[in-house]
Antibody, heavy 121, light 107 residues
Framework: QVHLVQSGAEVKKPGASVKVSCKAS????????IHWVRQAPGQGLEWMGFIYPRDGSQTLAQKLQGRVTMTRDTSTNTVYMELNSLRSEDTAVYYC??????????????WGQGALVTVSS | DIQMTQSPSSLSASIGDRVTITCRASQNVTTFLNWYRQKPGKAPDLLIY???SLQSGDTSRFSGRGSGTDFTLTISNLQPEDLATYYCQQTYGTPRTFGQGTRVEIK
């Protein structure tokens, strides 16, 4: 059974960095993209980017380029998302999600439980 | 980027009703269209994939249709546990964009 387990809530000051982890189990880690999606309080879902654990390559949302880095550790089946230069508008729940590929589509079939990041002075 | 537009943004219906949510893509996404359900305080979960395939374990009261740019999610025989926000998502291109969500409330 596929599981994605994320790290806990964080409180950060403006200008700081945060690193959220997502530990995968129940499948072959390197063969599925992992995406990051965030949700500000009371708002919708915002796609942030993805990483391919096989080679570490990443594709990032244009508005976050330069501030976000996604990495992976294949020895622990864990993906990390680091966001720098935090602002109040980065306050959100951050989700990781696995992308499944089928013949007629791609979808996010498994999600982490979410990690609340609060940016406040 | 492919923009996804859902309507309505919210709806209120009675137990047993049939409700339909619409999602429109700004360009052709073929069948690369998914629907997610997000219950209050929970992570989203996959409901419908590839336009019309029901994710395993979900009730057949949910159905999806469409192709190209216009898609619908229908909930038949609305139940109290259907209280949630529903999002469409295209995975034809990158970024993998979501609609703004439709909140379903029970009268």
């Amino acid at each position: 059974q596929v599981h994605l387990v994320q790290s806990g809530a964080e409180v950060k000051k403006p200008g700081a960095s945060v690193k959220v982890s997502c530990k995968a189990s129940g499948y072959i880690f390197i063969t599925y993209y992992i995406h990051w999606v965030r949700q500000a309080p009371g708002q919708g879902l915002e796609w942030m980017g993805f990483i391919y654990p096989r080679d570490g390559s990443q594709t990032l949302a244009q508005k976050l380029q330069g501030r976000v880095t996604m990495t992976r550790d294949t020895s622990t089946n864990t993906v990390y998302m680091e966001l720098n230069s935090l602002r109040s508008e980065d306050t959100a729940v951050y989700y990781c999600a696995r992308e499944r590929v089928a013949g007629s589509g791609r979808d996010f079939d498994s999600w982490g439980q979410g990690a609340l990041v609060t940016v406040s002075s | 980027d492919i923009q996804m537009t859902q309507s309505p943004s919210s709806l209120s219906a009675s137990i047993g009703d049939r409700v339909t949510i619409t999602c429109r893509a700004s360009q052709n996404v073929t069948t690369f269209l998914n629907w997610y359900r997000q219950k209050p305080g929970k992570a989203p979960d996959l409901l419908i994939y590839a336009t019309s395939s029901l994710q395993s374990g979900d009730t057949s009261r949910f159905s999806g249709r469409g192709s190209g740019t216009d898609f619908t999610l229908t909930i038949s025989n609305l139940q109290p546990e259907d209280l949630a926000t529903y999002y469409c998502q295209q995975t034809y291109g990158t970024p993998r964009t979501f609609g703004q969500g439709t909140r379903v409330e029970i009268k």
